[in-house]
């Protein structure tokens, strides 16, 4: 069975200063997909960044990097600069990407981050 | 502009009164799916549709039905509510395909009495 694990419930940053966000996944598929989404107190999800499992770099995108280490099974987050606005939850997830469960999207429960000025 | 719609935003009912949350895309997404957002939970997938006519079940379908006439339309409905669905609903979509993110919606916050 495919599982998410995201072990810091919160986490406390100082603006300006970077933070890494752990996740790590279990999966038995040999092709997936891992995504990291934000979700500020407003409630809305944001989608942040990708990273295949085939893919031979570590993702980025703009302040948001995904260090990706397969032999581990970990996708950790890393925000650089982090700014006030960072502040919300973060969430990881993970889908096959072939098959007849691709659509099976699962999340992990989420690391509370709180930038402080 | 590209979004992804539900209705209700919020909702507060009783126990046995069959309702349904409304989710439309206008983006042209073959794929389209229901979580449910708990504290301390994350997000659970509820039901996903690969495309029209296709629908299968996520981790926690029990108690919820949905249904994919249209591309654009994908409906949950929760035939007999009972409290321990109170949840915050999100509706996403995407297109078909490796790498594609998820468009989600703004929720939907229902309390059963």
């Known amino acids: 069975a495919q599982k998410i694990t995201q072990t810091q419930p919160g986490m406390f940053v100082q603006e300006k200063e970077a933070v890494t966000l752990d996740c790590t996944y279990d999966t038995s598929d040999p092709s997936y997909g891992l995504f990291w989404y934000k979700q500020p107190s407003s409630g809305e999800m944001i989608f942040l960044i990708y990273q295949g499992s085939y893919d031979q770099q570590n993702a980025t995108e703009g302040r948001y990097s995904l260090n990706f280490q397969k032999a581990r099974k970990s996708a950790n987050l890393v925000i650089s600069a982090s700014q006030l606005g960072d502040s919300a939850m973060y969430f990881c997830a993970m889908k096959p990407l072939y098959g007849g469960s691709q659509g099976n999207l699962i999340f992990g429960k989420g690391t509370k981050l709180s930038v402080k000025p | 502009e590209a979004q992804v719609t539900q209705n209700p935003r919020y909702l507060i009912t009783v126990t046995g009164k069959k309702l349904t949350v409304t989710c439309s895309q206008n983006?042209?997404?073959?794929?389209m799916s229901w979580y449910r957002q708990d504290p301390g939970l994350g997000l659970r997938q509820i039901y996903y549709?690969?495309?029209?006519?296709?629908?299968d079940k996520g981790d926690v379908p029990e108690g919820y039905k949905v249904s994919r006439k249209e591309k654009r339309n994908f409906p949950l409905i929760l035939e007999s509510p009972s409290p321990n669905q109170t949840s915050l609903y999100f509706c996403a979509s995407s297109s078909n395909g490796i790498a594609y993110e998820q468009f989600f919606g703004p929720g939907t916050r229902l309390t059963v009495l």
């Open positions: 549709s690969m495309n029209v006519e296709v629908t």
């Open positions: 983006m042209n997404h073959e794929y």
